[in-house]
Nanobody
Framework: QVQLVESGGGVVQPGGSHELSCAAS????????MGWYRQPPGKQRDLVAT???????TYQNSVKGRFAISRDGAKFTVSLQMNSLKPEDTAVYYC???????????????WSQGTVVIVSS
């Protein structure tokens, strides 16, 4: 089983910057796509950004140009640099990783427990 532990939650001023980090550990087979999701108060959990094992990234339109996702393959970590933060970025943020096995032909999703980011004056 792969475990994901994230850090970096907190209260941030509007217009400010903040960074989240997430590390995978445990019975890792091969980490494929990693990503960040968020769940604003009263809303569903939505995709924020993803990064493939080859470094290809995708972003939710609302964060394009403001957020940047990156990964460190050697340490099985994924980070989310958040800039120009807005109040609507307030949410519980989760990291996700695909644990891929070609031998078994399956992909297992691992999720963190979430960390709160509040953007407020």
């Amino acid at each position: 089983q792969v475990q994901l532990v994230e850090s970096g939650g907190g209260v941030v001023q509007p217009g400010g910057s903040h960074e989240l980090s997430c590390a995978a550990s445990g019975s890792i087979r091969s980490i494929g796509v990693m990503g960040w999701y968020r769940q604003p108060p009263g809303k569903q959990r939505d995709l924020v950004a993803t990064i493939s094992s080859s470094g290809i990234t995708t972003y939710q339109n609302s964060v394009k140009g403001r957020f940047a996702i990156s990964r460190d393959g050697a340490k099985f970590t994924v980070s989310l640099q958040m800039n120009s933060l807005k109040p609507e970025d307030t949410a519980v943020y989760y990291c996700n990783a695909e644990d891929v096995s070609t031998d078994y032909g399956d992909t297992l999703d691992a999720w963190s427990q979430g960390t709160v980011v509040i953007v407020s004056s």
